[in-house]
């Protein structure tokens, strides 16, 4: 198998140390509804996860929930309601739009919240050390340019869109420096510890402590969207070098985002279209052929004519398995006409997940399972077959 490693910028073999993997994905903030970008990040994620566990690996799958920030504090206030009571609805909601996807669930789910303690200790060590400092507006970690890079590979200032002092601003010695423990923020939960003054954590040190107190040091995969690299995942490794966890992650592998004809769906123009939404019109299976249909790397373009057409095929190559799939499977590998499609699938989704490619093979499995309904012969293979795509892609669930 080869993955795209975003630290090394290039394919590279996947040749782990132990059939035993940790895997850790970034969750969402859960503040709001459900969303595209939701669809595409963790349907990505869920395939590499099927796929490796069809490769005979056993997975642990990590997922946090960031039920504490800015953005919770402020709309829980708007709604009324307790912070955490708050996120527990968007987190269900969540869950429940992905399971309408066919995503599997994570091994364990973590939440900000079950960790501020871990998160204050750390901030306290980080600030007894000189190694983060204290404003009026929070606790900040010291980070020199030159510490940044791990994943972008490059000049900090000329690979960002927006200089950095953008991208995580406040009153800090320099705008490479980031947020530990921040102050309290009305309509948010307030914690108090020994050493520090009231307040609430950061983002960047939760997923750090997080992944390494579920899973064992190094991570084998870490995933998130490209607009995580920076600062987030960058800040994630300097907090792990920092804390003493040493190497933190052997691959990192980051999805592309949803964009319309104007570049990427911007939640801060409003533009986050909600699964509510998109399941008024488009079923969720469809929804996951259409993402299926662009490589997880891809910017993958939204537009209402590009999910219907999904539907309508997603429907169509659905009528002939389903018919075949009533039948018994029989190992497709003993098929001398369809045994060459195990292979090629196996190619594909080893070469770095290229799901456009199997889909190219569903619909010649699909032309063959037409021919044999009409024949009315050996349909046991092409059952196994559909079963295959239905463990590894999620399709036909």
Same mark, same amino acid.
């Given at each position: 198998?080869?993955?795209? /490693? ?10 782990? +140390? ?36 069809? #490769? ?26 307790? &912070? ?50 204290? *404003? ?6 010291? $980070? ?22 953008? =991208?995580?601003?406040?009153?800090? %010695? ?17 914690? &108090? ?41 960058? *800040? ?18 980051? /999805? ?16 986050? $279209?909600?699964? &509510? ?19 997880? #790397? ?21 009528? +002939?398995? =389903? ?12 098929? %001398? ?9 196996? %190619? ?15 619909? %010649? ?9 009409? +024949?009315? &012969? +050996? ?15 999620? =399709?036909?669930?």
């Amino acid at each position: 198998m080869k993955f795209y /490693n975003t630290a090394t910028g290039k394919k590279e073999d996947f040749v782990p +140390n132990s059939k035993n993997l940790g895997l850790y994905i970034c969750g969402p903030t859960v503040y709001s509804d459900t969303h595209l970008g939701h669809a595409k990040s963790y349907v990505s994620f869920d395939i590499l996860k099927r796929w490796l566990v069809y #490769r005979g690996y056993v997975v642990r799958h990590i997922q946090n929930f960031t039920d504490v920030s800015d953005e919770t504090a402020i709309n829980s206030s708007k709604e009324g309601m307790d &912070e955490l009571s708050f996120t527990k609805k968007y987190e269900t909601e969540f869950l429940d739009k992905m399971r309408l996807l066919s995503n599997t669930d994570a091994s364990k789910y973590t939440r900000a919240s079950d960790f501020v303690e871990k998160i204050a200790k750390e901030t306290k060590k980080l600030l007894d050390l000189g190694e983060a400092y204290q *404003t009026e507006e929070g606790i900040f970690l010291r $980070i020199k340019e030159e510490e940044h890079g791990m994943l972008l590979g490059v000049n900090l200032e000329e690979s960002l869109a927006e200089a950095t002092s953008e =991208v995580d601003s406040g009153p800090k %010695e320099s705008p490479h420096d980031t947020l530990l423990w921040g102050p309290p923020i009305y309509g948010g939960n307030v914690w &108090e510890f020994a050493g520090l003054p009231a307040g609430r954590p950061g983002w960047h040190l939760e997923c750090t402590l997080m992944s390494s107190s579920e899973l064992d040091m190094p991570i084998d995969i870490h995933w998130g969207g490209v607009d995580l690299i920076y600062p987030h995942h960058e *800040t994630e490794i300097i907090l792990a070098n920092k804390i003493g966890l040493g190497n933190y992650c052997d691959f990192w592998m980051h /999805n592309g985002l949803m964009e319309d004809a104007d570049g990427k769906l911007s939640k801060s123009r409003g533009e986050r $279209i909600t699964l &509510e939404e998109v399941f008024k019109d488009c079923p969720p299976a469809a929804l996951r052929f259409y993402l299926l249909s662009h490589h997880y #790397r891809e910017f993958t373009p939204y537009s209402p004519e590009g999910l219907l057409e999904a539907c309508q095929e997603g429907e169509r190559l659905g009528v +002939n398995a =389903v018919d075949c799939m009533i039948t018994t499977p029989t190992d497709p590998r003993d098929d %001398e006409e369809i045994a060459h499609l195990v292979s090629r699938l196996e %190619e594909a989704l080893d070469d770095d997940l290229d799901t456009p490619k199997a889909l190219d093979i569903l619909r %010649e499995l699909d032309i063959i399972a037409g021919t044999r309904l009409e +024949n009315k &012969e +050996n349909l046991g293979p092409i059952s196994g077959m559909y079963s295959i795509f239905q463990n590894v892609l999620g =399709v036909f669930s």
